[in-house]
């Protein structure tokens, strides 16, 4: 497990302003776990990304952990032209790259650089939050009732998943943490 201190910085270069920079942004989506790691790549090729992360608290065996982990994992954000997107795909660290379109480019700034400003005054209080909505199909990642299978009832602070049998009409509700699900 990596020290705190041997994360990658969370923008290159560190004076970046994502609203300022030249050249298009696109973003890598990034094999498992590689975010970092393709960050680091990018630092020694010179080219300009993003990659907000927040530090959380783990515990394993007793013992506490402390890292940092990527606010969106499996995606990094990135500037710059044909040359770059050539160095991110020739890391081997990706799965494909999602272009965003020249009409796209203001507003996806202007989103980056409000990421970047709650990174750096709200780090304690900032979490993903999943576009988890009533009525979407959607499958549990992990625990007890991984490959689960429901319906979401309720969508605000306490996520209710309805886990029924369809042809009966019924079903049950379970209250259980959006980063658990994933939209089928």
């Not at 201190?5 to 696109?26: H, L, R, Y």
């Not at 990094?76 to 020739?90: I, P, Q, S, T």
């Not at 799965?95 to 005054?121: C, D, N, S, W, Y």
Request: charged share 25%; proline share 7%.
């Amino acid at each position: 497990m990596l020290q705190l201190s041997s994360n990658p910085p969370m923008k290159f270069p560190a004076e970046t302003v994502p609203a300022d920079v030249v050249g298009e942004w696109m973003v890598a989506y990034c094999k498992p776990r590689q975010e970092k790691a393709l960050a680091w790549d990018l630092v020694r090729k010179q080219v300009t990304y993003f990659l907000p992360m927040v530090l959380r608290e783990t515990s394993s065996g007793g013992r506490r952990r402390r890292n940092m982990y990527p606010l969106f994992p499996s995606y990094l954000f990135f500037a710059g032209g044909e040359a770059e997107r050539l160095a991110v795909l020739k890391t081997d660290r990706t799965v494909k790259l999602i272009e965003i379109g020249e009409a796209e480019q203001p507003r996806f700034r202007r989103e980056m650089t409000a990421l970047e400003t709650a990174v750096e005054h709200f780090p304690k209080s900032l979490e993903l939050y999943p576009r988890l909505v009533p009525g979407a199909l959607v499958r549990i990642t992990a625990g007890p009732m991984k490959n689960i299978e429901g319906v979401v009832l309720q969508a605000d602070n306490k996520r209710k998943i309805w886990l029924g049998v369809s042809v009966l009409g019924v079903g049950a509700t379970v209250e259980i943490h959006a980063d658990l699900v994933v939209v089928e």
